[in-house]
């Protein structure tokens, strides 16, 4: 029952430097997005993907890239990590049909100095 | 943008207590869902309600949807130890669906043994 698989769980980086954090599904969802979490300030959605080959911009996408090559897997790209993007960062999946759960994996906590 | 604003923003009670924390919007939602998070992972569906004035149990969790279809409450009877988490609730965006969810800054709730 992996479900949702986020890699790594723990992450820091120095100001400028590039990463991708990894997101994978095994439940054949069509739908899968991410999200920052900051302390009070809830679950933001950065990027989203309605299929392969489909991505879309969310409510904070400025210093991310996202692409979806397969349904599967859905990476996120810092292309120049900045302080302001230290956060705890959610993929999420879904089956697209109205009123059905995204299913979130386990975060990747990300620290940039 | 339409915005789900949850309260209280924290909750501390003693094992055995009742309690409710409301999610309220100007906005009129075809559904909304409540989650909840435990610390070190991502949210997990607790509910969806799609009718106003629908209620849901769920064992000690009643869940009611305003009959607006603009609020909810989430109601937890005889608090206990394993209630403790942050409870968000989320509602598809206005110009789109399940891929767009839009989340509440949360509850934190904890409850003392």
């Known amino acids: 029952n992996a479900g949702v698989t986020q890699t790594p769980k723990f992450q820091v980086l120095k100001t400028g430097q590039s990463m991708t954090l990894q997101c994978a599904q095994d439940?054949?969802?069509?739908?899968m997005s991410w999200y920052r979490q900051d302390p009070g300030m809830g679950l933001r959605l950065i990027h989203y993907?309605?299929?392969?080959?489909?991505?879309d911009q969310g409510e904070v996408p400025n210093g991310y890239n996202v692409s979806r090559s397969t349904t599967e897997d859905f990476p996120l790209r810092l292309l120049s990590a900045a302080p302001s993007q230290t956060s705890v960062y959610f993929c999420?999946?879904?089956?697209?049909?109205?009123?059905?759960?995204?299913?979130f994996g386990d975060g990747t906590r990300l620290s940039i100095l | 943008t339409q915005l789900l604003e949850q309260s209280p923003q924290f909750l501390s009670i003693q094992e055995g207590e009742n309690l409710t924390v409301y999610c309220n919007s100007s906005?009129?939602?075809?559904?909304l869902q409540w989650y909840r998070q435990e610390p070190g992972e991502g949210p997990v569906l607790l509910v969806t309600?799609?009718?106003?004035?629908e209620v849901k149990k769920l064992k000690r969790l009643t869940f009611q949807f305003g009959d607006a279809r603009k609020d909810s409450s989430l109601h937890i009877t005889a608090a206990q130890p394993g209630d403790t988490g942050l409870y968000l609730c989320?509602?598809?965006?206005?110009?789109?669906?399940?891929?767009?969810?839009?989340f509440g800054k949360g509850t934190k709730l904890t409850v003392n043994p």
């Open positions: 999420a999946s879904s089956s697209g049909q109205v009123n059905q759960p995204q299913h």
């Open positions: 439940m054949n969802h069509e739908y």
């Open positions: 993907s309605v299929g392969a080959g489909i991505t």
């Open positions: 906005s009129v939602f075809s559904s």
């Open positions: 309600v799609v009718t106003g004035g």
């Open positions: 989320a509602a598809p965006g206005i110009d789109g669906g399940s891929e767009k969810l839009v």
